[in-house]
């Protein structure tokens, strides 16, 4: 699998390029600054990147909106972005094009390499995954709007580990419930947010939007 | 102190420092997460970020009343305006929270160069324009600057760059908060990609 990564601290990505190496990434190109991210992704078209929001020239959000003018030019282009501190403002730009492909960690979930490495693969693969902080604040508010009031608690913690990119098993595991239980859940779910049927991933990033929008 | 004890225990049994580990990587994420929410009451990233426009849209977002926005500000104001504005707004929105029985919260703003309200061209005769910041909400009103402090804050605040509060809230509601801060609207910061 091949990575382009854009961090401007030299020692972490340093590290995240060792990290990836030893999974098996390859790595296209590992870039310190937005503009050069930009031309990295339009010139590898990778299969993910893995993007640090604040990056050179502003030191502000310019690795995000580099990553989202690459997905306006390659729509789907898998992108992981990291950040010291997760917006739902951010969230919902990442995932407003709704082709899903797209992930937002904090920073420190890199330290936690298998699930860092998961969550890398599951956007690659066109999953969405989301930081548990960013679902967590999801929760503190508005659970009676409609349509998501219609979701039964279990419904809803399905949706919330869906939302953090988790794969059926993983949910299955987590809630210790049968994997086909989670199927069933995901059917209804599916159903209580007027999802028509078309791919298992792509209902799951509808899901998963609709949760956010709510 | 729990390092500390990793250090002691790891000759002797492993398992208990491994137990303890676990629990020192629990506290300093802890230590993050509190950080993370300190810096943003301080200086929230998204107003570094972006500016008032979608700093105002992210709290709108994480405010547990239904908050809509209307906000045009094509452009930056200073940074403590900036800063000022975006606390005000907080507080008026934590107040609707928390007093209001509010079912809909809504924030507009505007920056306007040609017609400053009178008051403030008073203030400012040259004015190099008007933020003007209206919080409404459908609660039950009451809210009244001279008996909450949240709102007097607001006002203090405020009143640092010229700016004033004014408050309808009639019993029975609703709830009107309007602001107004004389400042200039920069240009929109470039970028470069």
Known sequence: ?214 | MNLRAVERLIPTSPQAAIALVGEARETSSRALTELRDLVRGIYPPVLADRGLGDAIRALALDTALRTETDIELPGRLEAPVESACYFAVAEALANAVKHSGARLVQVRIRHSVSRPASRARLRAPRSPGLLRITVTDDGTGGADPARGSGLAGIERRLGTFDGILAVSSPPGGPTMIVMEVPCALSSPRTSSC
Do not use: C, W
């Open chain 1, 1 to 214: 699998m091949r990575a382009v990564l854009a961090e401007d601290l030299f020692l972490l990505r340093d590290g995240l390029v060792r990290l990836l190496e030893a999974h098996d990434f390859e790595i296209a190109a590992a870039v310190e600054d937005a503009p050069a991210l930009l031309r990295a992704l339009i010139e590898y078209h990778p299969d993910v990147a893995i993007v640090d929001v604040r990056l050179p020239p502003t030191l502000t959000d310019d690795g995000l909106r580099a990553a989202l003018e690459a997905r306006r030019q390659i729509p789907g282009l898998p992108v992981l972005v990291l950040s010291q501190y997760v917006e739902q403002l951010y969230a919902r730009e990442l995932l407003a094009d709704q082709e899903g492909g797209v992930g937002y960690l904090l920073k420190d979930r890199v330290f936690n390499d298998d699930q860092f490495i998961d969550a890398i693969r599951t956007v690659a693969g066109g999953g969405t995954v989301m930081d548990p902080e960013v679902v967590a604040k999801l929760l503190g508010r508005r659970s009676r709007d409609e349509p998501m009031a219609r979701l039964t608690a279990r419904e809803r913690e399905v949706l919330e580990l869906m939302a953090e990119g988790r794969s059926n098993s993983a949910i299955a595991q987590r809630l210790f419930i049968s994997e086909k239980a989670v199927g069933k859940h995901s059917t209804s779910i599916f159903a209580k947010l007027d999802l028509a049927p078309s791919t298992d991933d792509n209902r799951r990033v509808l899901a998963v939007l609709a949760f956010l929008n709510a």
